[in-house]
């Protein structure tokens, strides 16, 4: 088996965007009107949209089936509500992961009528078909991601003190204010994904990754990074 590492780069610019008015959004896959057969997945991540919702203005109930979601609000209040009676709101430092099994109806919205709303949505392909519906919001804090990797969804849940997904794969978030060197070990043949949501980071050949560009790694069995000033980033272990 060939167990060269492998890295590709999606520079922010280079992702799909469509502008609604109420919604601006960034596609890092093939989602909605934009197809392209080269970019369907990566590892068991199916889509990463990067979400700006008007105040005031959100999406309709509407259903999903046979997926894990997971969302991440980066600025602003989110309101979520969906078929099984779960109504709440979402704010920084807060994850929500939503598995929609043999089928669920959600919505989401904005609650402030006056300030925007910035989130990352990605839908993971589960392990297994036909789980019941369920849904989860863990609370994180975002002085627990200061100057480190936590791990904030994984199927390791119980063990790590996270959210549980169905699908082998760990999400880790971190803010680095004076920067840092991280290593990164991973178990043999596994994958990477690294999404910037501020700041930068470095590989050790030189490479740099800026706001919003994201990196797919194969066969990373250790990386080392270098998180610069101000970082925000996101870190996830696939199979």
Same mark, same amino acid.
């Given at each position: 088996?060939?167990?060269?590492?492998? *890295? &590709?780069?999606? *520079?922010?610019? #280079? *992702?799909? +965007?469509?502008?609604?008015?109420?919604?601006?959004?960034?596609?890092?896959? &093939?989602?909605?009107?934009?197809?392209?057969?080269?970019?369907? !997945?990566?590892?068991?991540?199916?889509?990463?949209?990067?979400?700006?919702?008007?105040?005031?203005?959100?999406?309709?109930?509407?259903?999903?089936?046979?997926?894990?979601? @997971?969302?991440?609000?980066?600025?602003?209040?989110?309101?979520?509500?969906?078929?099984?009676?779960?109504?709440?709101?979402? @704010?920084?430092?807060?994850?929500?992961?939503?598995?929609?099994?043999?089928?669920?109806?959600?919505?989401?919205?904005?609650? $402030? &009528?006056?300030? %925007?709303?910035?989130?990352?949505?990605?839908?993971?392909? /589960?392990?297994?078909?036909?789980?019941? /519906? &369920?849904?989860?919001? !863990?609370?994180?804090?975002?002085? $627990?991601?200061?100057?480190?990797?936590? /791990? @904030?969804?994984?199927?390791?849940?119980?063990?790590?003190?996270?959210?549980?997904? +169905?699908?082998?794969?760990?999400?880790?978030?971190?803010?680095? %204010?004076?920067?840092?060197?991280?290593?990164?070990?991973?178990?043999?043949?596994?994958?990477?994904?690294?999404?910037?949501?501020?700041?930068?980071?470095?590989?050790? #050949?030189?490479?740099?990754?800026?706001? *919003?560009?994201?990196?797919?790694?194969?066969?990373?069995?250790?990386?080392?990074?270098?998180?610069?000033?101000?970082?925000?980033?996101? @870190?996830? #272990?696939? /199979?």
């Amino acid at each position: 088996m060939n167990t060269t590492m492998k *890295r &590709s780069i999606q *520079r922010a610019g #280079d *992702r799909y +965007h469509n502008n609604h008015g109420w919604l601006k959004t960034y596609f890092s896959f &093939s989602f909605a009107d934009y197809y392209d057969p080269e970019n369907m !997945h990566f590892s068991a991540l199916r889509v990463l949209n990067d979400d700006h919702i008007a105040a005031g203005t959100g999406f309709d109930l509407h259903p999903h089936k046979e997926m894990e979601i @997971v969302t991440v609000v980066l600025k602003g209040e989110l309101e979520h509500q969906d078929s099984t009676g779960n109504r709440e709101i979402i @704010v920084p430092g807060q994850i929500q992961r939503m598995s929609a099994g043999t089928g669920i109806y959600h919505g989401e919205a904005n609650a $402030s &009528s006056s300030e %925007p709303l910035e989130l990352l949505q990605l839908w993971f392909m /589960p392990e297994r078909l036909g789980i019941d /519906p &369920s849904y989860e919001t !863990h609370t994180y804090g975002l002085e $627990s991601i200061q100057n480190r990797l936590l /791990p @904030v969804v994984s199927n390791h849940a119980e063990e790590l003190g996270t959210a549980h997904i +169905h699908q082998d794969m760990t999400m880790y978030l971190g803010q680095f %204010p004076e920067g840092e060197e991280v290593t990164i070990e991973q178990r043999p043949n596994r994958s990477l994904y690294v999404f910037v949501m501020e700041g930068e980071v470095g590989f050790e #050949d030189g490479e740099v990754l800026h706001r *919003r560009d994201a990196a797919r790694i194969e066969n990373a069995d250790t990386m080392k990074f270098h998180f610069k000033p101000g970082t925000h980033v996101m @870190v996830i #272990d696939l /199979p």
